[in-house]
């Protein structure tokens, strides 16, 4: 089984702080991404990296960077987090074989402050 | 407008009965088909997936893709108390998938 983890269930922050998010996966997966899902808008492409070390910005990469210095492990950073980037993060690796599937971490719950 | 229009719910049925979640979607290029499911402060799973028109059978569950008329639909049969949960429809084409906003379904016994 896919098994994709993310550092925190729950975050609390306050505005202007440095945020870090990490996911980590365990089945050699190229491709893993970021997400934010909010209400009524469903979820949100942030970053995607394809290789290590490589990113492409989603839809809403304004107020985040992305680091991926290893293939399993794709971080998620908010420079100075502010009270709009509240919201549940997820966290998805993709399965580039036959399914072009993403599996999705549990997510962490950010709420800034 | 949206590229994945889906209808947000709720939608309550009693257990046993037929569940018929939807999406409309819009970019004819999409190739990938999907459902996933998500309790609440969970994670989505993959339920089901298909690339092609026509239906797929798993269990209770029937993904339905109608490219004709960009039309996605998902069958639950049988329904549980345990179906209850957000179905987030996706859809899209290599490592770039677009979702709907979720049907929240509430099973009640």
């Known amino acids: 089984d896919v098994k994709v983890t993310q550092s925190s269930r729950y975050l609390v922050k306050r505005t202007g702080e440095k945020v870090f998010l990490e996911c980590v996966q365990d089945?050699?997966?190229?491709?893993m991404f970021w997400y934010r899902q909010d209400p009524g808008l469903g979820l949100r492409l942030i970053y995607f990296s394809y290789d290590v070390k490589m990113k492409e910005k989603g839809d809403i990469p304004e107020g985040y960077s992305v680091s991926r210095e290893k293939k399993e492990r794709f971080s998620l950073i908010l420079e100075s987090a502010s009270t709009n980037q509240t919201s549940m993060y997820l966290c998805?690796?993709?399965?580039?074989?036959?399914?072009?599937?993403?599996?999705f971490g549990p997510g962490t719950r950010l709420t800034v402050l | 407008q949206k590229e994945v229009e889906q209808d947000p719910g709720p939608l309550s049925v009693p257990e046993g009965a037929i569940v018929s979640l939807n999406c409309t979607y819009s970019n004819s290029a999409f190739q990938y088909f999907m459902w996933y499911r998500q309790y609440s402060r969970k994670g989505p799973e993959l339920l089901m997936y298909t690339y092609s028109s026509g239906n797929k059978e798993d269990g209770r569950f029937t993904a339905q893709v109608d490219k004709s008329s960009k039309y996605i639909s998902l069958f639950i049969r049988d329904s549980q108390p345990s179906d209850s949960a957000t179905y987030l429809c996706?859809?899209?084409?290599?490592?770039?998938?677009?979702f709907g906003t979720g049907t929240r379904l509430q099973v009640t016994l």
């Open positions: 996706a859809t899209g084409t290599a490592s770039k998938l677009t």
């Open positions: 998805a690796s993709e399965d580039r074989g036959n399914t072009d599937t993403q599996y």
């Open positions: 089945m050699d997966h190229e491709n």
